[in-house]
């Protein structure tokens, strides 16, 4: 899958579009306060990417398992310092509503664990490169 964000940015407008194999959803996103940059930092964005990659991989594993889940939440949690400085101490806690088998559907969020794409991308490191395109 080719994926892309992108961010137009000027005062008062805030204009994002994600991509995943050409197809195109916008997302709304408020300004700051002082109308440049959003109002969301990228801390955020990225925990709330683990939390929404997660989720996703809940339903289609569980699907796969025919495993009818009803709800799935999600908290993930991480620490930043300083400016230019990396996160650390990222955390998640999952709960799985089902009427399966506790046991399933703590194989269920074991295995998910361990498949999760955006997981395993952070968890092996990634090369983030600026280019002149």
């Given at each position: 899958?080719?994926?892309?964000?992108?961010?137009?940015?000027?005062?008062?407008q805030?204009?994002i579009?994600?991509?995943t194999?050409?197809?195109?959803k916008?997302?709304?996103?408020a300004?700051?306060?002082?109308?440049?940059?959003?109002?969301?930092?990228g801390?955020?964005?990225l925990?709330?990417?683990?939390a929404?990659?997660?989720?996703?991989?809940?339903?289609?594993?569980?699907?796969?398992?025919?495993?009818?889940?009803?709800?799935?939440?999600?908290?993930?949690?991480?620490e930043?310092?300083?400016d230019?400085?990396?996160?650390?101490?990222f955390?998640?806690?999952a709960?799985?509503t089902s009427?399966?088998?506790?046991?399933?559907?703590d194989?269920l969020?074991?295995?998910?664990?361990?498949?999760?794409?955006?997981?395993?991308?952070?968890?092996k490191?990634?090369?983030?490169?600026?280019?002149?395109?």
């Amino acid at each position: 899958m080719q994926m892309s964000a992108s961010i137009k940015s000027a005062f008062n407008q805030h204009d994002i579009v994600v991509q995943t194999n050409g197809a195109s959803k916008t997302l709304s996103i408020a300004t700051k306060p002082s109308g440049f940059g959003s109002a969301i930092n990228g801390g955020e964005l990225l925990l709330l990417s683990l939390a929404t990659c997660f989720c996703n991989d809940i339903y289609r594993e569980a699907s796969k398992r025919n495993i009818a889940v009803s709800r799935v939440d999600v908290t993930v949690s991480g620490e930043f310092g300083a400016d230019g400085e990396p996160g650390f101490n990222f955390t998640y806690k999952a709960h799985v509503t089902s009427d399966a088998p506790a046991a399933e559907i703590d194989a269920l969020i074991s295995h998910t664990d361990q498949i999760a794409e955006v997981h395993n991308t952070l968890r092996k490191g990634i090369s983030v490169r600026l280019t002149n395109d």
